[in-house]
């Protein structure tokens, strides 16, 4: 069905306040309906949204560098990908791939196969979230090594159910009590090279001494890792690093799994960030920009492992719906036509430049880091104590809330504030949006 109404013009307007009245009416329900632990970093409540603008109840234009948390990357209802939800949702919505299959969940298989690194023979499977994603590598990789322990790795994110609050690291708001947690799983030092300042080599060997001495190579089911640290802070770990654990899981004969639920699908550049070292996980966890918002996610692996498992061993009703597996079909046929790896090093650029001058000018720019549309700044104290300033991220989020501009913090400290644009972002609208970001930054951060 084609959309009869006028196109969402890609500018910021603002109408009222943010957030303006109809807004702040519905956000009085919302607290009068949702449960208190379900937070919104900006009550402003979303009618419509296309490419990179969302349009509120109070007709305000806010520009967004969010992206839904990484989501949306081909932009807000790209009219291919709303075309197949829509026609899947006529043909059927579900079956439960698990009592009678259809073609769209093998079709997403063989994508997932062909796109992520490794040229050995691979499977897949499909689920709601990258938790649900998370918690399935894990599964398997027990299973297929016989092993239990788990090694992850500090500032790590990789969900909320049970299983994935003990693979994550920061307790608040992730896991304050909400124990007991799962056993088995064993923290390592992180290559942060901002704040440790070691090579690549040197925090692999850290790592590795620790999993030694408190674990033992031969207990190790699989090392998770986010090639790029997400929740934590667009952590990119030093040269060299993802390379040497990779090494150190096959010669001890661990699994190495790559989260790659937030730097997945085009985000850094690359299809998948574990390109960037030219490493190839024994398995790989996608989601969120796999389907521009439908809620599907991927567990991709070697044949042998992902085969290890005994038939109706993994599922669940809704995993691979059909209409979130049509979303991602048309998703990842729009990052291929319309080139979205390189639209992501072009934001890349402009990203780093605007804000490494920012850096230049302000001691409160302590790092800028990431790559291709994954881009962050750490923002610090004065002086050299890198102590981090996490007011001052929080303060910059709301002024550029009140610009309407859509930024997300982050951060084990929560003084990261972290740019996710959608791939197809107008170069201007990026660069006003950009605008309001440095005005913010300039006028609380001297
Ligand atoms: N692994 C690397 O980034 C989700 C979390 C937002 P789900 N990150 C956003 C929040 O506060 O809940 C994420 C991730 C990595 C796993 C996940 C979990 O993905 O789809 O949110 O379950």
Redesign the pocket.
């Known amino acids: 069905m084609a959309d009869t109404r006028s196109p969402i013009e890609q500018r910021r307007i603002l109408n009222t306040a943010i957030p303006g009245p109809r807004s702040l009416a519905l956000n009085a329900r919302r607290t009068a309906a949702v449960s208190a632990g379900v937070s919104a970093q900006l009550p402003a409540f979303i009618e419509r949204a296309q490419g990179s603008v969302l349009l509120d109840a109070d007709g305000n234009q806010l520009i967004d560098l969010g992206s839904g948390?990484a989501v949306t990357g081909v932009g807000h209802s790209h009219p291919k990908v709303s075309a197949a939800i829509a026609a899947q949702a006529y043909d059927f919505v579900h079956t439960c791939v698990m009592v009678t299959p259809y073609e769209e969940y093998l079709a997403v298989c063989e994508e997932l196969n062909h796109l992520t690194p490794g040229s050995f023979e691979k499977r897949s499977m499909l689920v709601n979230?990258?938790?649900e994603a998370?918690e399935n590598a894990v599964k398997i990789a027990r299973l297929a090594t016989g092993r239990q322990a788990i090694i992850v790795f500090e500032n790590a994110?990789?969900?909320?159910t049970n299983l994935t609050m003990a693979l994550t690291a920061k307790n608040n708001p992730y896991k304050d009590h909400f124990g007991p947690f799962a056993p088995e799983i064993y923290r390592v030092p992180m290559s942060y090279p901002y704040r440790d300042g070691l090579s690549g080599a040197e925090a692999a060997a850290r790592a590795i001494s620790q999993i030694e001495i408190l674990v033992g190579a031969s207990n190790v089911a699989a090392v998770l890792i986010?090639p790029i640290q997400?929740?934590g802070g667009f952590i990119v770990p030093a040269e060299g690093f993802l390379t040497a654990m990779t090494t150190w899981c096959s010669d001890h004969g661990a699994l190495f799994i790559a989260?790659e639920?937030?730097s997945g699908f085009c985000r850094t550049g690359q299809w998948f960030a574990s390109e960037h070292e030219e490493i190839a996980p024994d398995i790989i966890t996608t989601?969120?920009g796999i389907a521009a918002g439908m809620p599907i996610?991927g567990v991709t692996g070697r044949a042998e492992i992902m085969n290890a498992v005994h038939p109706g061993g993994v599922g669940g009703t809704y995993g691979g719906n059909p209409v979130a597996c049509a979303a991602a079909l048309a998703t990842i046929n729009v990052m291929r036509d319309e080139n979205l790896n390189a639209k992501a090093l072009v934001i890349e650029e402009v990203l780093t430049t605007r804000l490494a001058k920012l850096g230049i000018d302000l001691e409160c720019v302590g790092d800028v880091r990431g790559r291709g549309a994954m881009v962050a700044v750490e923002l610090v104290k004065p002086g050299d104590s890198k102590e981090p300033d996490a007011a001052l991220a929080k303060a910059i989020v709301a002024s550029c809330a009140e610009q309407g501009v859509v930024v997300l913090s982050t951060g084990t400290f929560g003084n990261v504030l972290r740019f996710l644009p959608a791939l197809t972002i107008e170069e201007n609208l990026l660069s006003e949006g950009l605008d309001v970001v440095e005005e913010a930054v300039r006028t609380l951060g001297a």
């Open positions: 948390i979230s990258g938790a998370v994110y990789h969900g909320r986010e997400g929740e989260d639920v937030q989601a969120k996610a």
